[in-house]
């Protein structure tokens, strides 16, 4: 069965550097999410894309966070520079289509801010 | 705005008994509602859906109905199993505007099934 992959699974760093976290949708789906996961919460909804176009970033702290999906397939988000406060599982998601309610999750990046 | 509300876990239960994990919500409009389910190591799974008042959703023996005079689709299941053990997700679809199909979650509720 078809999967979303991410890398890297966990992510160690000091507070100031930069990090990145790369996401491969499933094949042929044209949305794609990044959402956040602090422990003890649900996930919430940092940006999405439709094809290589953002149609959500409301909710990414975008004075340090930045998103691209340059060929509408796969997608990075990055972080610089991190704060101890970035510490948390960031998920990418993919759907069909952006009215396609059924999302397929990746295994997430842990990230530790130290 | 949208918002979804669970009941507080974590929930301990025996091999073959009952489940029920509440979730309510706050929404305009008539959003889908999800139930997520996600495994130790893994990322979230869709479990069931509901896309109007009255539906029920179903998928390996867990249910759910969507109630609007309570907006609540509480999660039953009548005999949970060791391997039933993961932590939940209640989920709503907050179309907006601009019809994005964008998931608001719960904050999730912890399940452990001793045998």
């Known amino acids: 069965e078809a999967e979303v992959a991410q890398s890297p699974r966990y992510k160690i760093t000091e507070k100031s550097q930069a990090v990145a976290f790369w996401c491969d949708p499933i094949?042929?789906?044209?949305?794609l999410y990044w959402y956040r996961q602090i422990l003890g919460q649900g996930p919430e909804l940092l940006v999405q894309?439709?094809?290589?176009?953002?149609?959500?970033d409301s909710q990414l702290p975008k004075d340090r966070f930045s998103a691209e999906r340059l060929k509408g397939v796969d997608s990075t988000l990055k972080i610089q520079p991190a704060e101890l406060g970035d510490s948390a599982m960031y998920l990418c998601?993919?759907?069909?289509?952006?009215?396609?309610?059924?999302?397929?999750f990746g295994s997430g990046t842990q990230l530790s801010v130290l | 705005g949208n918002s979804v509300t669970q009941m507080e876990g974590p929930v301990t239960l025996s091999e073959e008994a009952f489940l029920t994990i509440n979730c309510t919500y706050t929404?305009?409009?008539?959003?889908?509602l999800f139930w997520y389910v996600q495994y130790p190591g893994e990322g979230l799974q869709l479990l069931l859906k509901?896309?109007?008042?009255?539906d029920k959703g179903s998928n390996k023996g867990f249910e759910a109905t969507y109630r609007k005079e309570t907006t609540s689709f509480h999660l039953e299941k009548g005999s949970v199993q060791v391997s039933d053990s993961a932590v939940y997700f209640c989920?709503?679809?907050?179309?907006?505007?601009?019809?994005?199909?964008?998931?608001?979650f719960g904050q999730g509720t912890t399940l452990q099934v001793k045998p």
């Open positions: 509901a896309t109007k008042a009255d």
């Open positions: 989920a709503l679809s907050d179309h907006g505007s601009s019809n994005t199909g964008k998931l608001i």
């Open positions: 894309f439709q094809d290589e176009s953002v149609v959500d």
């Open positions: 929404a305009t409009g008539y959003p889908s």
């Open positions: 998601a993919s759907s069909q289509t952006r009215t396609n309610e059924k999302l397929f």
């Open positions: 094949s042929g789906h044209a949305t």
